[in-house]
């Protein structure tokens, strides 16, 4: 209990000054929520997945001091505007909307957006056949956008969810008849023991590059040009130099970075 | 709960209230929200106002409804806690020291994520006619926060039963009361007038525990805010509007419920 | 049904996450708490005994944050709070702080638990008898002693029942900071509950353990009541 009094008001005390002197690390902003297969926490708690070996792999690149810090995804453009964190590493796409607030680096992966239904239900991705269903969405993300977009007119139901794994829970348990979200990640949820009991892929929506932007990219500050330039030569280092292969295929056999 | 939601004590405020530095105050106070409403962006705000209004409803709905049923749920919860036998006696004050003692988000999700996650396990559970509700979010916080209103106002409602004086009884055996009659005529009325101060505390908590709902993706203003600071980006402005909305919403409870309990009489109590 | 290995305390079991959120909510709460008892001793003390401004601007600070909900103050101080501060240090031309994690989840909760406590503390400093006050002034020992010597140890019967009520919120109130993504109990366990779809497990399981830090948190409060009520008749 004293060492747990120490520590608080140690840190408390010397927080503030300690931190400011190491200002050289920069913060790596993921969502704190398990987003397989690109993000998810293991059994010892430590990060795992696609995007952390992505980020490792640019971060070292870039001979950057990488720290990653996990923040609830809907306060991740906040946090990294009032500096809680540098960059994010989370799926973002990049999309004009985006772009008025922050500034991404290269794209360095895309992926089709999908829906996903219930097994005993049948209809297609489209307006019509989404029309009187309960589609989930997870709250700041290009899907919630679209889906508010292209199928709230048309009568469907929209719930949105904190994180996506709970909104896949909820379409397991059928309180949801479809889920959109990225491919990578519905798919991954299909290949479970749950995802396969309830669900299968209704297709893929219609496009919309306003909304849903041309890929996903490192989400960063405006001014921060500096560490733009760092970032995308390191992507395209990794790229050419087969590490990006490399790591990608411990979990896909399709290349990620698309077309 | 000792921890009231506002001073109690008039004393302060009897003395003559204008003084210059409050004067002073009032001007700083005017000009911040005057420098947030010119400096602010609230060009979002006239869009979003019908879900904002329905947002409060829901807000609404939930604090009164859970706090209904949660008082309902808290009589019987205090009175076998005083009275009843071991077989009641013992659950009822587990059910109110669990509750008590675990944090009212992890209940939430306990019981929609929880639950829901055993819905597959179910066969014909989409049969069942209770099922349009069981698809729903609001059930599930409707039900958590009655459930935490009950177990904190059930152990409120045991110290005033066990608070009536026992003279009092005794008086109304003696007089051959049945004790259903007595229960009815003496008991509770009397529990309830004691336990009474404490439900303004109580509901403000309450108020106060309503945005954790949305969490479970029940749309209340909480969650009609979090879509503004989504859509907009903001973070400020809606989080302040949120905050004023709130305290608005608490004076209106305490103002309401202080007028109340000067119109129930107290004499000889 | 129940695949009881999840919590197993070593990977591929859960537990040694579980064990670690509950020791990042108890240092939180810890920190949060005794942030919040500093808070509130001055708080009290100003509320008592300073100027009429310093009275007001309490009063507002301890109105606001006992009217707004716990998750929203945590929000705005989350994200605005550490924001001003930055933005207040740069003015005075100090570098940016980094205020995140520990430190971040300690200021919060201590900014909410130092209104109660002011409350708390100022009831209890009003209840001493005010002649034993009196008494240390025609001493004249010096206003910090009285309040050092007198003061503290004569209102602590009087505030430890509020006092042990606020931990008990304190430790409950860390769970919120799950909703700003700080990796406490209540978060870690979201995050196993979703990696193995066992959320009634896990859920459950977190129950037992912030059920048990309020036992026997009731359990020494007991014990440090009775003892502080030593030599003093008809304190409640």
Not at chain 1, 3 to 12: M, N, P, Q, R, V
Not at chain 1, 181 to 196: M, V
Not at chain 2, 195 to 221: F, M, R, W
Not at chain 3, 193 to 218: E, P, V
Request: hydrophobic share 50%; proline share 5%.
């Amino acid at each position: 209990m004293t060492s747990i009094l120490k520590t608080a008001c140690f840190g408390l005390a010397l927080g503030f000054a300690a931190s400011a002197a190491q200002a050289e690390e920069i913060k790596l902003g993921i969502a704190a929520e398990p987003y397989p297969p690109f993000t998810y926490p293991d059994a010892s708690g430590k990060w795992q997945g696609w995007e952390i070996d992505f980020a490792n792999a640019v971060c070292e690149e870039a001979g950057l001091d990488c720290v990653i810090t996990p923040l609830s995804w809907d306060g991740i453009i906040p946090a990294l505007k009032s500096e809680k964190i540098d960059m994010i590493v989370g799926s973002m796409s990049i999309t004009p909307e985006r772009l008025e607030e922050i500034d991404f680096s290269d794209k360095y992966y895309n992926t089709p957006t999908i829906v996903i239904g219930l097994k005993e239900l049948d209809f297609d991705a489209s307006p019509e056949g989404l029309s009187d269903k309960i589609l989930g969405v997870q709250s700041s993300t290009v899907h919630q956008v679209y889906a508010n977009k292209h199928f709230a007119s048309g009568g469907t139901s929209i719930k949105e969810y904190q994180t996506q794994d709970e909104a896949n829970n909820d379409l397991a348990s059928g309180r949801l008849d479809a889920v959109q979200a990225d491919a990578i990640a519905l798919k991954a949820f299909l290949e479970t023991e749950a995802g396969q009991a309830c669900c299968e892929e209704k297709g893929q929506v219609a496009d919309d590059i306003e909304v849903l932007g041309p890929g996903v990219g490192i989400g960063l500050r405006k001014e921060d040009t500096e560490l733009k330039e760092k970032l995308n030569a390191a992507i395209a280092t990794i790229r050419e130099n087969g590490t990006y292969d490399a790591f990608s295929e411990k979990y896909f056999d399709f290349d990620p970075y698309g077309s | 709960m000792t921890t009231s939601p506002l001073p109690a004590d008039e004393t302060s405020r009897r003395e003559s209230w204008l003084k210059p530095h409050r004067l002073v105050l009032i001007l700083i106070a005017v000009a911040l929200i005057a420098a947030a409403i010119i400096f602010g962006r609230w060009d979002w705000l006239p869009r979003y106002l019908p879900r904002l209004w329905s947002g409060l409803l829901v807000t609404l709905a939930m604090l009164f409804g859970s706090a209904l049923l949660g008082f309902v749920l808290a009589v019987p919860l205090g009175l076998v806690q005083v009275t009843g036998p071991w077989w009641l006696k013992t659950p009822a004050a587990a059910f109110c020291t669990m509750i008590r003692g675990t944090p009212l988000l992890l209940q939430l999700w306990l019981l929609y994520y929880g639950l829901g996650s055993l819905f597959p396990m179910i066969p014909g559970i989409r049969e069942f006619f209770l099922w349009p509700y069981l698809r729903e979010a609001w059930p599930y916080g409707l039900a958590a926060l009655t459930i935490s209103f009950a177990a904190y106002e059930g152990e409120i409602m045991r110290g005033a039963f066990a608070g009536v004086p026992s003279g009092e009884l005794q008086a109304a055996r003696a007089f051959g009361m049945s004790p259903a009659k007595l229960l009815w005529r003496i008991w509770l009325p009397r529990a309830l007038h004691r336990a009474l101060p404490t439900l303004n505390g109580e509901t403000v908590l309450q108020l106060k525990s309503t945005p954790l709902i949305a969490t479970i993706t029940v749309v209340d203003l909480y969650g009609v805010i979090s879509r503004v600071r989504q859509e907009t980006y903001l973070t400020y402005e809606p989080l302040f509007l949120l905050a004023l909305i709130y305290m608005v919403l608490t004076a209106i409870l305490v103002f309401a419920f202080r007028y109340f309990e000067n119109r129930i009489p107290t004499r000889g109590i | 049904m129940i695949d009881w290995s999840l919590l197993a305390l070593n990977p591929p079991g859960w537990g040694g996450v579980l064990l670690q959120g509950l020791l990042s909510t108890m240092e939180i709460a810890v920190g949060g708490y005794l942030l919040g008892l500093v808070i509130g001793l001055f708080g009290a003390i100003g509320k008592l005994h300073g100027g009429p401004l310093a009275r007001d601007l309490l009063e507002v600070y301890t109105t606001v944050v006992r009217a707004v909900p716990e998750l929203v103050l945590i929000l705005i101080l989350y994200y605005a709070g550490t924001d001003f501060l930055n933005k207040m240090l740069a003015l005075l031309d100090y570098e940016a702080v980094d205020i995140s994690g520990l430190v971040a989840g300690i200021f919060v909760i201590g900014i909410v638990q130092g209104a109660y406590s002011t409350e708390v503390i100022r009831g209890a400093i009003k209840s001493i008898p005010p002649g034993q006050i009196e008494a240390a002034r025609a001493y004249a020992i010096p206003p910090a002693k009285i309040l050092r010597r007198i003061t503290i140890p004569a209102m602590l019967p009087y505030a430890i029942p509020g006092l042990s009520n606020l931990w008990l919120i304190a430790t409950k109130d860390t769970a919120l900071l799950a909703v700003v993504g700080f990796s406490e109990l209540t978060l870690v366990t979201r995050q196993a509950a979703g990696t193995t779809k066992s959320y009634m497990l896990f859920f459950l399981a977190a129950g037992a353990l912030y059920l048990a830090i309020t036992l026997i948190s009731r359990f020494l409060i007991g014990i440090l009541e009775r003892r502080s009520r030593r030599g003093l008749a008809g304190v409640n």
